[in-house]
């Protein structure tokens, strides 16, 4: 299915595959290269252009495994997702977080992102956690994102799942309170840098 939104018509959504990684690795750690949030996690330019990729397949390979990549069809943008599940209802010690810091030893910062994130992380509800989505730098303001949260979304309604995310700017932010997502209320300070919003969205049944 296409979407159109404005004059920007917007490739169709599905479900990626494992033989996509390394594009979507290449497309995620490009994509992120002017967020606030990896700007302080990887101060250096250059090394953030090379860590990325490797630090951001973490939650590819989490996603493609445990839960699931929405891409559209052209690879210009992506969604990723991961189940979580309630504390007491069966959930399992997962070390994601480990593998995180390891996919870029020595820097403090990818702990200390970690463990602020993990301090506001809802843990009494099962629901979707959607680590990452990006566009292309040249595929931005078309509708991409809307598009991918809507297709997640949808299912979150169906099914009757909340969702949760952390916002790594302002104008992100406005754009998940539109569709349906509430800051909590507690924002993730990261030390001389700047805020991140978690944010919960309950399912439109």
């Known amino acids: ?41 990887f101060p250096d330019e250059e090394h953030r252009r090379a860590a990325q990729p490797e630090f951001f397949g973490v939650y590819l390979d989490a996603a493609l495994r445990d839960g699931w990549a929405d891409v559209t069809d052209d690879l210009s943008a992506a969604a990723l997702w991961l189940p979580v599940r309630a504390a007491g209802e069966g959930a399992e010690e997962d070390d994601l977080g480990d593998r995180l810091v390891r996919a870029d030893r020595g820097n ?9 994130t993990a301090r506001v992380h809802p843990a009494d509800r099962s629901h979707y956690y959607l680590p990452v989505i990006v566009t292309a730098p040249g595929r931005r303001n078309q509708g991409r994102g809307r598009a991918l949260l809507a297709t997640a979304l949808d299912r979150c309604d169906r099914e009757g799942v909340p969702a949760y995310l952390e ?3 302002a ?16 924002a993730v300070e990261l030390p001389e840098g700047p805020p991140m919003w978690p944010m919960w969205r309950e399912p439109r049944c």
């Open 1 to 41: 299915m296409t979407v159109h939104q404005d004059t920007a018509v917007v490739p169709g959504i599905r479900r990626a595959v494992a033989g996509e990684r390394d594009e979507i690795r290449r497309l995620i750690g490009e994509g992120f290269m002017a967020d606030p949030v990896s700007g302080w996690v």
């Open 108 to 116: 403090e910062r990818v702990r200390i992102v970690g463990e602020l």
């Open 167 to 169: 916002a790594s700017n």
């Open 171 to 186: 104008r992100s932010k406005s754009l998940y309170e539109r569709l349906g997502f509430v800051f909590t209320g507690t």
